[in-house]
């Protein structure tokens, strides 16, 4: 394989700060859900839940598909122009966490969602939050990657200005 990357303070830089943006965005966000907001729906009204099921999914949709999006965009984006400075693998595990965070995603919650949509289903309810805490580990490490990307980035760039403006007494 060759080692296709771009030059430090090149276009490696808005990738990685989108993924970083996205991710910690995603990570917060994921957090949020996992310690207040799912255990709260229990104390939802249970003989109208389909109703507050539905108003959840139709207000949480708009604020976690454009955040995820641009973590597949700079998923994809890392993988074909790694950043100069950054391990040829951490593009790789980083879209590796994504692929199981949308896995989760679309395998374990969005059925349960769909199946509290019809009312409430305290054993369902509960497989959410246990499932959830999938996604809330992989986001949590995926932000982790992000960040060590980034300062490999930031790092790496510095240290070949720092090489190129000190000469070198070999010859």
């Known amino acids: ?3 296709r990357c771009v030059p430090a303070g090149g ?4 990738p990685l700060l989108g993924q970083l943006l ?5 990570t917060g966000l994921i957090w949020f859900v996992q310690l207040v907001h799912y255990p709260l729906m229990d104390g939802w009204p249970h003989d ?3 109703r507050w099921e539905e108003a959840h999914r139709d207000r949480t949709g708009p604020v976690v598909i454009p955040p995820m999006l641009a ?4 998923a994809v984006w890392l993988l074909v122009r790694r950043p100069r400075h950054v391990a040829a693998w951490m593009p790789w595990l980083g879209a590796g966490l994504l692929a199981g965070i949308w896995a989760s995603t679309f395998l374990l919650q969005v059925p349960c ?3 509290l949509s019809a009312g409430w289903d ?3 309810h ?7 805490w999938i996604r809330t580990a992989l986001w949590s490490a995926r932000l982790g990657l992000a960040v060590a990307m980034f300062w490999q980035f930031l790092s790496g760039g510095q240290q070949a200005r720092a090489a190129l403006a000190s000469p070198t007494a070999t010859p």
């Open 48 to 50: 109208d839940f389909g």
């Open 71 to 74: 973590e597949g965009v700079t």
């Open 122 to 124: 305290a054993a369902t």
């Open 126 to 132: 509960r497989f959410l939050v246990e499932s959830n």
């Open 113 to 115: 969602h769909l199946r």
């Open 22 to 26: 996205a991710t910690g965005l995603m």
């Open 11 to 14: 276009s490696g830089l808005p």
């Open 1 to 3: 394989m060759t080692d």
